[in-house]
């Protein structure tokens, strides 16, 4: 599914800066577009994928998904984007409505924290933690409820890991006064308590998972009573809900395409404002767990970079307690634990991967989207896995400079933008590098109050059986 280079156009194309009167220079503030520019259309990159990318398949059949086979779950509007193969999808007026109590978002220019580093480099930071959850996840949201609003639901069932994606869900809920149920995975129920009061805040009912009002959170308990949860069970738990109504639907926080696409706002802004400042990105780095926010941010780079108009290296940072690019296989496998959802070729560590107790929950994913599995697949993208001390120090040394606390997820991408600034420091290369700020961590401040007390083992010692639990777990994938 190729296309040619005239039709791989963005809205307002980048331009090469040649007349813009910053090009040339070290712009050292932030730079906001104003509000009638922020971008109108998410972009598809199922349009202009190099080679398509493998069909869902029913888990059942083992046939590609229809848009019947979606229906129990998701509003026609949402189906249409998920299976869609157009590259622009228009953002209804009702949606840029609330988007515009955050949107466009700050791209920041982190000049303190290069002359920490000595570096080269010009850093530029496009910061997701202004919207009212604190992190890029209402850019999905909001649409999801809007559009099971227009369709008729009442209640929206879902799981959220760090607690961002369940207090955005319910913050757009609320925009349209849907009910919201969240699944909250147990390990951060118990350690992020004001994400839970967040959520409980704008409307939502919060359970701990597994939990005992599921069948699915039933067999976990009984089978680890002390387990810490995980999103695939999480997912189980709020599927499981979400079928037993005709006025419910479910909504996922990543992975799948129409989430992706909704997120691609970010990149589309980023694109704009380097072009006001007369860039170009060499290097362009993101944290990864579901894949949504680094698809946000890199798919609209990714089109520009096969256009032939600029060439930056892509990269995504993921824990090393939760490897599913590094260390996954990539093959057919449930986005859940129960095996209810459809199957998924993507980079997975199999459903049955039971992740550390790190502090970044977000990522605590067995599977990566299968976009970016694919893209991944096909050497379109790099990616390196951090332990989570690493990241914390990374973490701490921007807030430093930079005054803005990164969400434990969000410190994974900090530490790789900060270990490509101590190379360029090396190297003398002058690159200009881009990072994704998904979030603030002003409510998971006790993780870094841990971080600060006694440090952390590595992700390694967390559990150090990982060798044998990731064989174990890939080792009952799917027969496909």
Not at 91 to 103: G, H, K
Not at 310 to 318: L, S, T
Not at 321 to 336: H, I, K, M, N, Q
Not at 420 to 429: F, I, M, N, S, V
Request: hydrophobic letters at 35%; proline letters at 8%.
């Amino acid at each position: 599914m190729t296309t040619t280079s005239s039709e791989r156009t963005s809205e307002t194309q980048p331009g090469d800066g040649s007349s813009n009167p910053t090009h040339g220079r070290r712009p050292e503030h932030k730079i906001l577009l104003s509000e009638a520019e922020m971008p109108t259309r998410w972009y598809n990159i199922v349009a202009d994928l190099p080679t398509p990318m493998p069909p869902m398949l029913h888990p059942g059949t083992h046939e590609p998904v229809t848009p019947d086979d979606l229906g129990p779950l998701f509003p026609p509007a949402l189906i249409e984007q998920e299976l869609g193969t157009e590259r622009w999808f228009d953002i209804p007026e009702a949606i840029q409505e609330v988007y515009r109590l955050w949107r466009p978002s700050p791209l920041l220019r982190v000049t303190r924290l290069e002359r920490a580093l000595g570096t080269p480099a010009r850093i530029y930071v496009k910061y997701e933690g202004v919207s009212p959850a604190g992190s890029h996840k209402p850019n999905s949201a909001v649409p999801q409820a809007f559009y099971n609003h227009e369709a008729g639901v009442t209640k929206l069932t879902t799981e959220t890991g760090a607690g961002q994606w369940g207090s955005s869900l319910a913050f757009a809920c609320a925009q349209y006064g849907l009910e919201c149920e969240v699944w909250q995975v147990a390990n951060s129920f118990d350690s992020k308590p004001y994400r839970r009061l967040m959520m409980e805040t704008f409307g939502a009912t919060v359970h701990r998972s597994p939990s005992e009002l599921t069948a699915a959170g039933r067999v976990i308990r009984e089978q680890y009573p002390d387990s810490t949860g995980s999103l695939g069970i999480a997912i189980s738990e709020a599927v499981e809900a979400a079928v037993q109504s005709p006025m419910t639907n479910y909504a996922l926080g990543s992975v799948l395409n129409h989430v992706l696409l909704h997120q691609t706002i970010i990149g589309e802004e980023v694109l704009r404002q380097l072009d006001k400042a007369g860039e170009t990105p060499d290097v362009v780095i993101g944290c990864t767990g579901g894949g949504s926010n680094f698809a946000g941010l890199t798919f609209p780079v990714l089109r520009e970079r096969w256009a032939g108009r600029m060439a930056p290296i892509v990269r995504a940072v993921e824990p090393a307690a939760c490897p599913s690019l590094t260390r996954g296989v990539y093959a057919y496998d449930f986005g859940d634990v129960a095996g209810m959802t459809p199957l998924m070729k993507m980079h997975t560590l199999g459903k049955d991967f039971m992740p550390s107790a790190i502090h970044a929950g977000g990522l605590r994913y067995h599977g990566m989207a299968p976009l970016v599995s694919h893209l991944y697949h096909e050497g379109e993208l790099e990616a390196v896995a951090l332990e989570q001390d690493e990241c914390f120090a990374a973490g701490i040394l921007f807030a430093t400079h930079e005054g803005i606390i990164p969400a434990p997820e969000s410190t994974h991408a900090i530490a790789g933008m900060v270990a490509e600034a101590r190379r360029c420091a090396e190297t003398g290369e002058d690159k200009v590098i881009v990072v994704g700020l998904s979030g603030h961590g002003h409510l998971e401040l006790p993780s870094y109050g841990d971080y600060l007390t006694s440090g952390f083992t590595t992700a390694a010692g967390d559990d150090p059986q990982l060798d044998a639990h990731l064989a174990d777990s890939m080792g009952r994938l799917p027969s496909i």
